[in-house]
C-alpha cells in the first residue's frame, strides 16, 4: 500500500456533559483528569465511529486496574476546544488528532510524549501498522501519534436511485460530472451536496482538482513553502474549474447554510433531494447510522473523476491516511497507556472498524476485510489505497493549525465569489508554512 502522508456528545465522570462541566469535574485542577481519579481520560472526536472506540475501552477495562474514560466532542468544536484545554490542568491523557502538521505546535511546546520508549519495550506498536501511515505521526524524527482509526480516502459518494432516475452514470471523467449536473438539475435536483458552512467539506474540491490537473508536485511545493506554486499555470487552470463548477448550478444556491457536522449534507442525499455528495470514507458509517436503510441500499461510491490532460496520475487519491491517538507528556499513568494503545492493531478493533466502514492501516487488515460488514466497500477502499501512486493529505491537516482559519476563508470566499482567483492566490501565499 503506497501512502504519503476528518471525523457527536460528550461523555465523561459516567454522564453526558458539556465540555467545560465534563472536563472540569473529572479533574483537580492540579495535573490533569488522571491526577485527580486516577483515570486515563481519552479525547475524541465525536462521529459515528464512536462505538467502535467506546467497545475498545469496555475491553481494556475490564482487564485493567487503571480504567479508560472516553470524553467526545463533537466534530464541529473539537479543534477549537482541544486546543483550549491542550496546555490547561483538564487536558486529555491521550487524544485524537490527524498527524502531520496538527501535531506539530504541540510537540514544539513540548506537551507530548515522544513514543520510543513505548516502541522500545513493544515493537509491534510500530511495526503493526502500515509504515507510511504510521510516520505521519513523526516529528523531528520521533513518533508521536499510534494509528487510531483507519485510512480514510475522499470518495465520490451518490445516491443510485436518483441517478437511475436522472440517467446518470457514476461519472469517470470530469465532462461526465458535468453532463450528470445538467441532467441532475433537469430533474430538479440538486446535483451535488455540500455542506458548505463547515467549509471543509467545500476544500476537498479543491484538493482534488489541484492533484488531478498538476499532481501532488505542486501541493508539495506550496506546504513546503514555494509561495509561487499557487500562481502557476495548473493552479489557475484548477480555479476556473472550480468556478465553472460552482456557476453551473452544482451545488445549489444554499450550500452555505447546510453542514456535514449536523447530519445536514448527509440527510439530501439519503432523502433523494440529492445526487452526489464528495466525502471521506468515513461518510459510509454516518450514513449507516442515520439513514441504515438507504446505505444498505441505495448508496453508491466511486473514485474522484479523471481530469483529462492533467498531470496527475488519475489513480491519485486525497484525504487522510489515518487518525491517531497521542499521549500527553504530563499522564500519570504511561504503562496502562501504553496497554491501551496495544488494543488499536488487535483482531477487536481489525473487525469492529471494518464493520463500520472504516479501513484499518493494520498489517492484518487484508484478512477480514472478506468477513467486515461490507466486504465490497472495504475491498473498494483497500484496492484504492493501495494501487495509489500518491496519497495527498487534506490541505487544513497538512499545513499547520494556524493556518487553516485564513485558508478556509479563502476557500469559502472563493467558492462564493468574494475572492477572484488572484485574490485566493494572494490568500494561499499568505498562509504560514511553519
Known sequence: MKTRA?????VACGATLSLALTLSACGDGNGGASADDGKIHVLVYGDAANKVEKRIVDTFNKTSDVKVVLDTIPGADYQKKLQTIINTPQAPDVFFNWGGGSIKPFVKADLLM???????KNPDLENKFLPSVFNNAVVDGKPYGIPMRGTQPVLLFHNKKVLDEAGVKPPKTWDELLDAVEKLKDEGVTPISLGGGDIWPTQMWFQYLFDRIAGPELFAKAVGGDKSAWESADSKKALDMIRELVDTGAFGKNYDS??????????????GKAGFELMGSWYYSQQLTDHPEFAEKSLGYTAFPTVEGGKGDPANIAGNTNNYYSVMKKTKHPEAVAEFLKLMYSDDFVKAQLDIGNLPTTTNTDKFIGGSGNPEYSRFQYDL???APSFQLSWDQAYPQKASSDMHKAVQQFFNGQLDTDGFIKAMQALPTE
Open 385 to 387: 489505497v493501495a494501487d
Open 114 to 120: 515522544p513514543l520510543d520508549d513505548f516502541i522500545k
Open 258 to 271: 447546510v453542514k456535514y457536522t449536523n447530519g445536514g449534507s448527509v440527510q439530501l442525499v439519503a432523502s
Open 6 to 10: 476528518r471525523l457527536p456528545r460528550l
